[in-house]
């Protein structure tokens, strides 16, 4: 084979390795949004039996956590049995 020739396969491999790649990474990217959708949805503060109240109004609600889908400035609070 001549070295032209040579060229042009490494050519085509190249462009094979990165359509592989390009597919590869959509499957991935596609399946980690479902998957962040689904913790999304377990760290939703209304799913784990909570409410969200201000700062001001959380004292007495029970155990208390920033964020977990309330609004920015909220807590996240979850009445303790007791």
Same mark, same amino acid.
């Given at each position: 084979?001549?070295?032209?020739?040579?060229? %042009?396969?490494?050519?085509?491999?190249?462009? +094979?390795? +990165?359509?592989?790649?390009?597919?590869?990474?959509?499957?991935?990217?596609?399946? @980690?949004? @479902? @998957?962040?959708?689904?913790?999304?949805?377990?760290?939703?503060?209304?799913?784990?039996?909570? %409410? !969200?109240? @201000?700062?001001?109004?959380?004292?007495?609600?029970?155990? !208390?956590?920033?964020?977990?889908?309330?609004?920015?400035?909220?807590?996240?609070?979850?009445?303790?049995?007791?």
């Amino acid at each position: 084979m001549s070295k032209k020739a040579d060229v %042009n396969w490494i050519i085509v491999g190249f462009v +094979l390795a +990165l359509i592989v790649l390009a597919i590869t990474a959509y499957i991935f990217w596609s399946k @980690s949004k @479902s @998957s962040e959708q689904a913790a999304t949805g377990i760290l939703d503060c209304k799913a784990r039996g909570g %409410n !969200c109240y @201000s700062e001001s109004a959380k004292t007495g609600q029970g155990v !208390c956590f920033k964020g977990m889908g309330c609004k920015e400035g909220e807590y996240c609070c979850i009445a303790s049995e007791g």
